[in-house]
């Protein structure tokens, strides 16, 4: 994972609510992560009540846009509770205890944790996942789209045969 650390902080930070600490970081994002500048430029350009409107719009009313990486591949059933349990485990594996307020499949969440450990291994077993969002997110129009492109451009190809 040579040299995508800072990209993938940047890109967590860029998929979760644009709050306050965002728009005082966005400087930082800007120059410290190029490959983001689609997102970025949008973002500085766009006020913070509208850019608020619109990660509520794109993320939180419908599933078709989750951000939950288990979502993709177990849906809404029992099986995604042990997917759930893995990412728990994965975290722990590496010495960090999972704390937030959001599942540990929130994909910042997940992008935070790689940029920290370097194991790329959620990612690259959800890359058909992440390819589906990205597309999704393109069709919708969102900014949010460059910034799965240029995570999914670090990722080798989802498998032949993902499911879902």
């Known amino acids: 994972m040579p040299g995508f650390e800072v990209l993938y902080q940047a890109a967590a930070l860029c998929l979760t609510y644009p709050d306050d600490d965002f728009r005082a970081r966005l400087p930082l994002l800007r120059e410290a992560a190029p490959q983001l500048r689609g ?10 009540g509208e850019l608020q409107a619109h990660y509520v ?5 419908r599933n078709r846009h989750s ?25 722990r594996a590496h010495g960090l205890e999972f704390t937030g307020e959001e599942l540990p499949d929130f994909l910042p969440a997940v992008l935070e944790f790689v940029s920290r450990t370097g194991d790329m291994g959620m990612l690259t077993e959800h890359r058909d996942a992440l390819d589906q969002l990205r597309a999704r997110l393109t069709a919708f129009g969102t900014p949010y789209a460059c910034v799965l492109d240029a995570v999914c451009a670090t ?6 045969g993902a499911r879902r």
């Open 39 to 48: 997102f970025t430029d949008h973002a500085a350009a766009t006020g913070q």
């Open 57 to 61: 719009e794109v993320f939180d009313f």
């Open 67 to 91: 951000l939950y990486l288990s979502w993709w591949t177990d849906g809404d059933t029992r099986n995604r509770g042990m997917s759930l349990v893995r990412f728990k485990e994965l975290y």
């Open 155 to 160: 990722l080798p190809p989802a498998p032949t």
